[in-house]
């Protein structure tokens, strides 16, 4: 399976993808369990994608982001970035408007 064109496909068809570590409703990691919770604290429809689902997935979308650790969100086919960004954005209310979400 090529995980490059899967990802790309997943990106163009949903507004809000986060690549983490397990799933929106059990996140395997610390940092992936913090963006989900960002996420759900405005209540945005996101795409979750499990990128320990296979060995090859974590290379592929570092290759084709640019951006080597995970999560990774990306909102309108544009890599915002990871936890501690997602968090920054979160904490100086820019993330709002990223999100398109009415405070």
């Excluded at 929106?24 to 759900?40: A, D, H, M």
């Excluded at 996101?46 to 570092?62: G, Q, T, W």
């Excluded at 995970?70 to 915002?80: N, S």
Aim: with cysteine.
């Amino acid at each position: 399976m090529n995980f490059k064109e899967e990802f790309k496909k997943i990106i163009d068809e949903n507004n809000i993808v986060l690549f983490m570590k397990g799933t929106k409703e059990s996140p395997l990691c610390g940092f992936s369990n913090t963006v989900v919770n960002v996420l759900n604290h405005y209540g945005v429809d996101y795409k979750d994608v499990n990128i320990l689902e296979h060995a090859e997935m974590r290379p592929a979308l570092s290759e084709l982001s640019g951006w080597p650790t995970f999560p990774q969100l990306f909102v309108d086919g544009e890599l915002l970035g990871g936890c501690d960004i997602t968090v920054d954005m979160h904490q100086n209310g820019t993330l709002l408007d990223a999100l398109d979400v009415k405070s």
